[in-house]
């Protein structure tokens, strides 16, 4: 029978050797259910032969994820009636990001990593320490979908959906050039108002390391008219950029992480994401050289 196990979230980082006997715990407690990454990722390579089902070792060097791509639940789970209210909320999902992350790989040529499910159900942009890889409430409404979760269900969602997620992502990555550093671009969106903050500007670009690259794309934008922050509206330097963080240190030799945060409202009008694009091609473009192809 399971036996429970302290999986406490967001009350200190987990040591090595904590996370170690979590990760052995999920694949002995879930041996025989395998990792399904189609059903929780989708891949679209639009690299030359990428959609051809093959990865063809070249091509630009940027990688697009969308973490926060989908508010779907899958089954077995299903959104309780009394968080239907949380459903299209910024809370659920980043409105916008997937359609930009897909138009931008398809335009430049590039990779694009997307969950195909809600962060309510689990936050693949959090370490598995993280008070909010399961979020408790919205706004300071309690989530039923969260509500009382067992250790089980914890490891079945760790397993079922951000294992999957996180192992795909570095299965793309590795089938990039290392001749050219690849650039991972993490794509989220903003709400103009969250609490009671008003956040008043376009884009935000956010870094941990990269600050030179941040700071000159952040010029690029403003040249062409928009409002754009750097390390804005969260801060690349305070771990809001999880996912694409952890793909870059696997291999800081090869790789490294940017976020764009789109401001949601304008996110979804394909008008003004096109503009956005346009922007975002001619200032990698001058920034990575050669790299981009």
């Given at each position: 029978s399971?036996?429970?196990t302290r999986m406490v979230m967001g009350e200190r980082m987990w040591g090595s050797r904590v996370r170690n006997s979590v990760f052995s715990r999920l694949k002995s407690t879930f041996e025989g259910n395998a990792l399904n990454s189609s059903a929780v990722v989708e891949?679209?390579?639009f690299r030359v032969g990428g959609e051809a089902g093959f990865f063809p070792w070249g091509g630009n060097n940027v990688l697009f994820t969308c973490e926060h791509a989908s508010n779907a639940i899958p089954k077995p789970y299903a959104w309780d009636s009394s968080d239907a209210w949380v459903k299209d909320k910024h809370w659920?999902?980043?409105p916008g990001s997937h359609d930009f992350a897909v138009e931008c790989g398809r335009l430049l040529?590039?990779?694009v990593v997307s969950a195909k499910f809600s962060r309510l159900l689990c936050d693949v942009n959090r370490p598995i320490s993280s008070a909010t890889i399961f979020r408790a409430e919205?706004?300071?409404?309690?989530?039923?979908?969260?509500?009382?979760l067992s250790d089980h269900d914890r490891e079945w969602r760790l397993w079922k959906y951000y294992l999957?997620?996180?192992?795909?992502?570095?299965?793309?990555?590795?089938?990039?050039?290392?001749?050219?550093?690849?650039?991972?671009?993490?794509?989220?969106?903003?709400s103009p108002r969250y609490e009671d903050e008003?956040?008043?500007?376009?884009?935000?670009?956010?870094?941990?390391?990269?600050?030179?690259?941040v700071g000159n794309l952040v010029t690029s934008f403003r040249d062409h008219g928009y409002s754009c922050r750097k390390n804005e509206p969260w801060s690349g330097k305070e771990g809001f950029m999880f996912s694409a963080d952890s793909l870059a240190c696997a291999d800081p030799k090869h790789r490294r992480a940017i976020m764009l945060e789109l401001r949601n409202d304008l996110a979804v009008d394909p008008g003004w994401r096109r503009g956005v694009m346009a922007t975002l091609q001619s200032a990698l473009a001058r920034q990575l050289g050669p790299a981009l192809r």
């Amino acid at each position: 029978s399971l036996q429970p196990t302290r999986m406490v979230m967001g009350e200190r980082m987990w040591g090595s050797r904590v996370r170690n006997s979590v990760f052995s715990r999920l694949k002995s407690t879930f041996e025989g259910n395998a990792l399904n990454s189609s059903a929780v990722v989708e891949v679209k390579d639009f690299r030359v032969g990428g959609e051809a089902g093959f990865f063809p070792w070249g091509g630009n060097n940027v990688l697009f994820t969308c973490e926060h791509a989908s508010n779907a639940i899958p089954k077995p789970y299903a959104w309780d009636s009394s968080d239907a209210w949380v459903k299209d909320k910024h809370w659920a999902w980043d409105p916008g990001s997937h359609d930009f992350a897909v138009e931008c790989g398809r335009l430049l040529g590039s990779a694009v990593v997307s969950a195909k499910f809600s962060r309510l159900l689990c936050d693949v942009n959090r370490p598995i320490s993280s008070a909010t890889i399961f979020r408790a409430e919205c706004d300071g409404i309690p989530l039923e979908m969260n509500r009382d979760l067992s250790d089980h269900d914890r490891e079945w969602r760790l397993w079922k959906y951000y294992l999957p997620y996180h192992m795909q992502l570095g299965f793309v990555a590795n089938t990039y050039n290392n001749a050219e550093k690849l650039l991972i671009v993490s794509v989220h969106t903003f709400s103009p108002r969250y609490e009671d903050e008003v956040r008043d500007f376009e884009i935000g670009i956010l870094c941990s390391h990269e600050d030179e690259l941040v700071g000159n794309l952040v010029t690029s934008f403003r040249d062409h008219g928009y409002s754009c922050r750097k390390n804005e509206p969260w801060s690349g330097k305070e771990g809001f950029m999880f996912s694409a963080d952890s793909l870059a240190c696997a291999d800081p030799k090869h790789r490294r992480a940017i976020m764009l945060e789109l401001r949601n409202d304008l996110a979804v009008d394909p008008g003004w994401r096109r503009g956005v694009m346009a922007t975002l091609q001619s200032a990698l473009a001058r920034q990575l050289g050669p790299a981009l192809r």
